[in-house]
């Protein structure tokens, strides 16, 4: 690559999750961040990008096939720049949002909360509220950069209307990495939140919504749920959560 070609690289990567440069020769370009871990490595050939990432997250590159195709390499293909921005952009999203990334950015925060607090406040319940309001706020924005800003059903792209539903709620949680598992629930239009959060609906292993029966016909049609709907996908990391929800599913 020409030293051109490498600082358009470095330009899309610091545009697009990836601020800073390891390394760069004729061959790749290897890109960074300070907000995650996974590196990228991009090559140029045939007028294409193919980009290998590295991640501490097995989930990265499973997640990252739902949108792009690779070569027979394994490299992440794409067709010029405007694309290049797309796929590191999405890999960015989903390395602060996969575990554990999401876990360890939840300790720094915690940690800094919890400077301002007075010692004597330390071990108390407003202890407790600081890190579960931390825990919360960290947690949407991990189901914001996992599902892209929009709704896990309807696709809704209002962050305003948005909220991050657990689904094996936060008091029943065994673990800081269980309440924050960006698996542990979904990204759900405000409607949809309250439905999910009282058990009223509920998804299938496969995603398809299930209505409760308590619900009355005239509130389903008022509420949009007469009609099938469904996760936009399912990885095989929600299963367990939903199994659980649909155990206390009102419907069941």
Excluded at 101 to 111: K, L, T, W
Aim: hydrophobic residues 45%; charged residues 25%; aromatic residues 8%.
């Amino acid at each position: 690559m020409t030293p051109l070609q490498i600082a358009l690289i470095e330009k899309l990567g610091a545009d697009n999750g990836f601020e800073y440069g390891i390394s760069a020769d004729a061959d790749a370009v290897t890109l960074g961040s300070a907000r995650h871990r996974t590196r990228a490595r991009i090559l140029l050939t045939n007028h294409q990008y193919l980009v290998n990432f590295a991640s501490q997250s097995p989930s990265l590159q499973p997640e990252l096939e739902r949108q792009y195709p690779r070569d027979p390499s394994g490299a992440f293909l794409a067709s010029g720049e405007a694309e290049l921005a797309q796929l590191l952009r999405r890999a960015a999203a989903l390395a602060q949002a996969l575990p554990r990334q999401a876990a360890d950015d939840y300790v720094a925060r915690v940690a800094v909360a919890l400077r301002e607090l007075p010692a004597t406040l330390l071990g108390t319940e407003v202890e407790r509220l600081v890190r579960q309001r931390v825990g919360q706020q960290s947690f949407r924005q991990a189901q914001m950069d996992y599902w892209g800003g929009a709704c896990a059903v309807t696709g809704i792209a209002v962050p305003e209307v948005l909220r991050a539903s657990h689904a094996r709620p936060w008091a029943d949680c065994v673990s800081d990495a269980e309440r924050l598992d960006v698996f542990n629930g979904f990204l759900l239009s405000a409607n949809l939140d309250a439905l999910f959060d009282r058990f009223l609906i509920s998804f299938d292993p496969d995603g398809l919504m299930l209505v409760a029966d308590a619900l009355p016909e005239r509130e389903k049609r008022r509420l949009g749920l007469d009609q099938p709907a469904r996760l936009r996908w399912v990885a095989e990391q929600h299963r367990p959560y939903l199994a659980y929800h649909r155990a206390r599913f009102v419907g069941a």
